[in-house]
């Protein structure tokens, strides 16, 4: 049997300055981040809704976040056309859309800064359509995927995406080999176990999104040294 492609790893939520500038430079393949509107601007943020638990509660809920995210109370999120200009050709990158109505200044900012290859995730269906619709040679991936779907594949096609991004618990061989079989693609997150990785790598999987690059990518390259040779 033909030995799976080794998968991409992709850098999970580099949604700050520090971390760009470490995965940058041990040549991280792909850096995911979260990208959302905050004051009408695209920004690299994750953004939390804490409003159904009350003003107070609520603000000292995002504060918490903030700390726990960004270790920083004064913290703005960098704008995701700075970010752009950061990456420079230097890596893949990997958006995972937080919200609607941003797909078209998405695709402009993306064009403008000549970022390639590119990914798109998200979990709203008609943003992906519009995405590549603009632009098809953008990959997008219908993502946040939080349970094991019954049909992956019609999912993908609802979407017109090209893939579907899947919480790794919820990953078994039948779905890769389903989605596969349609020519398309599995993203699996967030996987942080070594054990957890090997297994997602020997399905098949085409990306590891993972908070923990450097150790996937050492896992990635003793895997294919470990390969028969034919």
């Given at each position: 049997m033909k030995s799976p492609q080794a998968p991409i790893i992709v850098a999970h939520k580099v949604n700050r300055t520090a971390l760009l500038r470490r995965y940058l430079s041990i040549g991280v393949p792909f850096l995911e981040i979260d990208v959302n509107l905050n004051g009408g601007c695209l920004v690299v943020q994750h953004g939390a809704d804490f409003s159904n638990f009350g003003a107070v509660r609520g603000e000292i809920m995002k504060l918490g976040y903030i700390l726990m995210e960004h270790r920083d109370p004064l913290w703005r999120p960098l704008s995701?056309?700075?970010y752009l200009s950061m990456i420079e050709g230097k890596t893949g990158l990997w958006l995972d859309i937080k919200c609607k109505n941003m797909e078209r200044d998405i695709v402009g900012?993306?064009?403008?800064?000549?970022?390639?290859?590119?990914?798109?995730?998200?979990?709203?269906?008609?943003?992906?359509?519009?995405i590549k619709e603009m632009e098809p040679s953008i990959?997008?991936?219908?993502?946040?995927?939080?349970?094991?779907?019954?049909?992956?594949?019609?999912?993908?096609?609802?979407?017109?995406?090209?893939?579907i991004s899947v919480e790794h618990q919820y990953i078994d061989r039948e779905l890769v080999e389903a989605v596969h079989s349609a020519g398309l693609q599995v993203a699996a997150w967030t996987v942080n176990d070594a054990e957890k990785a090997q297994e997602l790598i020997e399905m098949g999987c085409d990306y590891i999104i993972t908070d923990v690059p450097e150790k996937m990518l050492k896992l990635v390259q003793g895997s294919a040294k470990a390969e028969p040779k034919d």
């Open positions: 995701l056309e700075d900012l993306v064009k403008k800064h000549d970022v390639r290859p590119v990914v798109v995730s998200s979990a709203y269906h008609e943003a992906l359509k519009t990959i997008t991936i219908l993502g946040n995927v939080m349970f094991r779907p019954a049909d992956p594949v019609g999912m993908v096609r609802a979407a017109k995406a090209d893939g």
